[in-house]
Nanobody, 121 residues
Framework: EVQLVESGGGSVQAGGSLRLSCAASGFTFDDYAIGWFRQVPGKEREGVACMDSSSDGTTLYVDSVKGRFTISSDNAKNTMYLQMDSLKPEDTAAYYC?????????????WGKGTLVTVSS
């Protein structure tokens, strides 16, 4: 059974850091693009960061998190991470990890159930 399970969400003050983890089972990251998305109630899910492990490991970030967030993976543990530094209140959202054929929302085949991040000012 394919499964993605996020952890590491929580509440933090602006300027703080959190590291999200996403443990995968039932498949391996080596053959997939892996990414993090976030969603605020009433808004569309937004791509935050993506790593195309199936090709040259290219990483992509939405402009609003560049220089603050870092996506990484430990393929031996089949786990991906999102290190979030210098957090801002506008980063508050439910964060989802996903894996698929390429770094596009519509190309993601597998999704986690999400973990909530709350950043207070």
């Amino acid at each position: 059974e394919v499964q993605l399970v996020e952890s590491g969400g929580g509440s933090v003050q602006a300027g703080g850091s959190l590291r999200l983890s996403c443990a995968a089972s039932g498949f391996t990251f080596d053959d997939y693009a892996i990414g993090w998305f976030r969603q605020v109630p009433g808004k569309e899910r937004e791509g935050v960061a993506c790593m195309d492990s199936s090709s040259d490991g290219t990483t992509l970030y939405v402009d609003s998190v560049k220089g603050r967030f870092t996506i990484s993976s430990d393929n031996a543990k089949n786990t991906m991470y999102l290190q979030m530094d210098s957090l801002k209140p506008e980063d508050t959202a439910a964060y989802y990890c996903a894996a698929g054929g390429e770094c596009e929302y519509d190309a993601m085949d597998y999704w986690g159930k999400g973990t909530l991040v709350t950043v207070s000012s």
